[in-house]
Nanobody
Framework: QVQLVESGGGLVQYRGSLRLSCAVSGFSYTLYPIQWHRQAPGKERELVAELTAFSFTRKYSDSVSGRFTIPEDGAKNTVFLEMNSLIPDDTATYYC???????WGQGTAVTVSS
């Protein structure tokens, strides 16, 4: 079964850190680009980061560049979103997506207190 399952969200203090996980099943994430998106209340969904493992490429939006990274664990078929120096504007539900397969996860909520 093709599935993406996010976890790791929660409440974090201003300038804190959090690591989100995206567990992939049904295929290897290394075969396709995999993305992290977020959607804040009342706002459109935003692409924040992308990993293309087979080309060793990582991309980040301007809003998170220098603060977020995408670690990976091939043995666990899992991709992470490491978030540092969090600010209230990072409050959102975070989703992972494999565009080529058209598969979204269910999302995990992150709240950054000011």
């Amino acid at each position: 079964q093709v599935q993406l399952v996010e976890s790791g969200g929660g409440l974090v203090q201003y300038r804190g850190s959090l690591r989100l996980s995206c567990a992939v099943s049904g295929f290897s994430y290394t075969l396709y680009p995999i993305q992290w998106h977020r959607q804040a209340p009342g706002k459109e969904r935003e692409l924040v980061a992308e990993l293309t493992a087979f080309s060793f490429t990582r991309k980040y939006s301007d809003s998170v560049s220098g603060r977020f990274t995408i670690p990976e664990d091939g043995a666990k078929n899992t991709v992470f979103l490491e978030m540092n120096s969090l600010i209230p504007d990072d409050t959102a539900t975070y989703y992972c997506l494999v565009p080529t397969r058209g598969v979204w996860g269910q999302g995990t909520a992150v709240t950054v207190s000011s």
